[in-house]
């Protein structure tokens, strides 16, 4: 299987210390009321595929134990933590929009059997854009509901600890 890889007992762990470590980054790049630095941008940027990962990893142990265990609610809190953060400070849902109708606009110009007008190739950009956007906007609101609130800087160096707490719970059986 290909997902066997992930399946490994150190997986959870380390995906928790890792959100763990990108928690206390995040604390330690703020600066006084709510700064938006490129450290704080440049960690909501990687938040979004450590966040996504480990809430699959969740996600994947949920499914292969058949229940939610301490380990795999913490993926997933954490993993819905770091996607909301993300998803709140930067506006993916329009980047892949915009990516998907820019898209669909040049293979309307290039694969279609006559040549387009200008209007129907920029109706049928926005019908895509439209369509992407709002699919997106359905998908991403649980994860946005979970980062909306800014979370403080101690509640952050509480949370990126826990976590690696837990990681060290978790993981110290598998060290030997």
Known sequence: MVLAPLETAWMIPAAIAVCGIVFLGDAAAEGGARSHGVATFLLNFISLPIGGGTFFLGALDAYGQGGLTVATGAAMGAGAILIGRSLREIPWTAAVSLAAAAAAGWLLLTHFPSAPTLPFVLGGSA??????????????????????????????????????VIATYLGWPLLG
């Open 127 to 164: 019908v895509v854009f439209g369509l992407v956007f709002g699919v997106l906007y359905l998908i991403e609101l649980p994860f946005r509901l979970a980062g909306l609130i800014a979370l403080p800087r101690p509640f952050l160096v509480a949370l990126g600890a826990g976590c690696l």
